[in-house]
């Protein structure tokens, strides 16, 4: 099976801008990559809506995800369910929706390996095992 890797909405965003601070070792991220990438489309839709602001921000974001082969993982009733069963253990944390319906895919796909700047977070949640998740790009200035 191919190596497979989740994608966060921070590195979208700074894929898309090139003034974000971590677009350069995003894109260098991403260019080394020998992977099958995964999102859900709650990332798309905080992606696009903080890009809206960015000229054809919210149409590159889409085109990348297209470009790059991205699979858009879908959530289900069953998916949701297990949202809120994460969304309840991390309640102090604060997690969010998107990230919740990250670690569900993580969950069912078996995938521990994540692009993403949210470092804080998904230092913190866990998969089965207790296994924590691997972080790309390596760290840079975002948190």
Same mark, same amino acid.
């Given at each position: 099976?191919?190596?497979?890797?989740?994608?966060?909405?921070?590195?979208?965003?700074?894929?898309?801008?090139?003034?974000?601070?971590?677009?350069?070792?995003?894109?260098?991220?991403?260019?080394?990559?020998?992977?099958?990438?995964?999102?859900?489309?709650?990332?798309?839709?905080?992606?696009?809506?903080?890009?809206?602001?960015?000229?054809?921000?919210?149409?590159?974001?889409?085109?990348?995800?297209?470009?790059?082969?991205?699979?858009?993982?879908?959530?289900?009733? *069953?998916? $949701? @369910?297990? %949202?809120? &069963?994460? #969304?309840?253990?991390? =309640?102090?944390?604060?997690? +969010?929706?998107? !990230? *919740?319906? $990250? @670690?569900? %895919?993580? &969950?069912? #796909?078996?995938?521990? =390996?994540?692009?993403?700047? +949210?470092?804080? !977070?998904?230092?913190?949640?866990?998969?089965?095992?207790?296994?924590?998740?691997?972080?790309?790009?390596?760290?840079?200035?975002?948190?």
């Amino acid at each position: 099976m191919a190596r497979r890797i989740l994608l966060d909405t921070g590195v979208v965003i700074a894929l898309v801008n090139r003034r974000d601070r971590d677009h350069e070792r995003c894109v260098a991220a991403l260019a080394s990559l020998r992977a099958r990438l995964i999102t859900v489309e709650g990332v798309l839709v905080e992606a696009c809506h903080l890009l809206r602001k960015v000229p054809l921000g919210q149409r590159r974001a889409i085109e990348l995800v297209l470009s790059t082969g991205t699979e858009v993982f879908p959530a289900t009733p *069953a998916r $949701l @369910v297990r %949202a809120l &069963e994460l #969304l309840a253990r991390f =309640e102090a944390r604060r997690m +969010d929706l998107v !990230d *919740a319906l $990250l @670690v569900v %895919a993580a &969950e069912e #796909l078996e995938v521990s =390996e994540i692009l993403t700047l +949210d470092r804080r !977070d998904f230092t913190t949640y866990r998969l089965p095992g207790n296994k924590g998740f691997t972080m790309l790009p390596p760290d840079g200035p975002a948190t």
